[in-house]
């Protein structure tokens, strides 16, 4: 089992550089690529970036050049700087992680990132 917990969500003005973490434990061996989400109210769930074990990143059009996805594989920790926050950012940011031989990834409980203007 896996389990992902985030933090570092909150109320953050337009233009501000918050962080999240996401710390995963339990069968962390397991994990493969690791990745943030988002999801807006009235909106479905996408991909804002993803990172795999050996560092390759990808990113939404909608961030590039403003977040930056990290990993701390002896943490166990994946994080996403987000820098140039826009209204537009505001979402319930979940993590995920792939494991290995399972289909559907693991999901943190997600934490909310409002951003006010």
């Known amino acids: 089992q896996v389990q992902l917990v985030e933090s570092g969500g909150g109320l953050v003005q337009a233009g501000g550089s918050p962080r999240l973490s996401c710390a995963a434990s339990?069968?962390?061996?397991?994990?493969?690529?690791m990745g943030w989400y988002r999801q807006a109210p009235g909106k479905l769930r996408e991909l804002v970036a993803v990172?795999?074990?050996?560092?390759?990143?990808n990113y939404a059009d909608s961030v590039k050049g403003r977040f930056t996805i990290a990993r701390d594989n002896a943490k166990n920790t994946v994080y996403l700087l987000m820098n140039s926050l826009k209204p537009e950012d505001t979402a319930v940011y979940y993590c995920?992680?792939?494991?290995?031989?399972?289909?559907?990834?693991?999901w943190g409980q997600g934490t909310q990132v409002t951003v006010s203007s």
């Open positions: 990172i795999t074990t050996g560092g390759s990143t």
């Open positions: 995920s992680a792939d494991l290995v031989g399972v289909v559907a990834p693991k």
């Open positions: 339990g069968s962390v061996f397991s994990i493969n690529a």
